[in-house]
């Protein structure tokens, strides 16, 4: 994944004239925007070396691992739509060459949501995202909201929307999101 965002940035760079921000300190640490959070002043970006980056009012987090996906899950309140719409407008329209679900971590920040269930609140909408996602992104999931689902501890009606995600069954459906 990190080459293939390498990737992007350099093309988005070169072709697109955008300028990149450089990093306080780190002389060879470049990043440009991909996205303008609209409830606060985040700005979730890619890096020179691949890795997502986000700013917030006060400072910088490389997202590198699953439990830095916590910086960006404010991002789940916009709709997926209107990410993804934002990003094509500011690149796609560049070069064809890449895909909005391809250079923004929408499967990551809903993984960290599922996987560490901060919250209801944070789970519904990273729900939402999910129902967006592809059979490939779902079935990488599939095992987590099993788990939830299973999880007496976890609130009730999001257990109901995993079991109504997966035809009202018991169990999970895996078959669903093969490929």
């Known amino acids: 994944m990190r080459s293939y965002l390498k990737r992007f940035f350099d093309v988005a760079q070169k072709l697109s004239g955008i300028d990149t921000l450089l990093i306080h300190n780190c002389d060879n640490l470049s ?3 991909l996205i303008n959070e609209v409830s606060s002043e985040k700005k979730l970006g890619i890096t020179n070396l691949g890795d997502w980056i986000i700013e917030t009012q006060t400072k910088l987090f490389i997202l590198d691992n ?3 996906f916590y910086y960006a899950i ?3 309140e916009m709709p997926i739509e209107l990410v993804k719409q934002r990003i ?10 890449f895909e909005a679900e391809d250079i923004f971590p929408f499967y990551e920040i809903v993984s ?5 269930s901060i919250s209801d609140y944070w789970f519904n909408l990273a ?24 999880n007496t501890k976890f609130p ?3 257990r109901h929307m995993i ?17």
Do not use: C, P
């Open 31 to 33: 990043w440009i925007v």
């Open 112 to 116: 960290y949501v599922f996987n560490y």
């Open 74 to 76: 404010s991002m789940l």
């Open 127 to 150: 729900f939402q995202w999910f129902e967006k996602f592809d059979n490939v992104q779902k079935s990488r999931l599939v095992i987590v909201l099993e788990k939830l689902a299973s």
């Open 66 to 68: 699953e439990k830095s």
């Open 88 to 97: 094509e407008e500011r690149f796609l329209n560049i070069t064809k060459d």
């Open 163 to 179: 079991k109504k995600e997966f035809d009202g069954s018991s169990h999970l459906n895996f078959r669903k999101y093969e490929n």
């Open 156 to 158: 009730q009606k999001s």
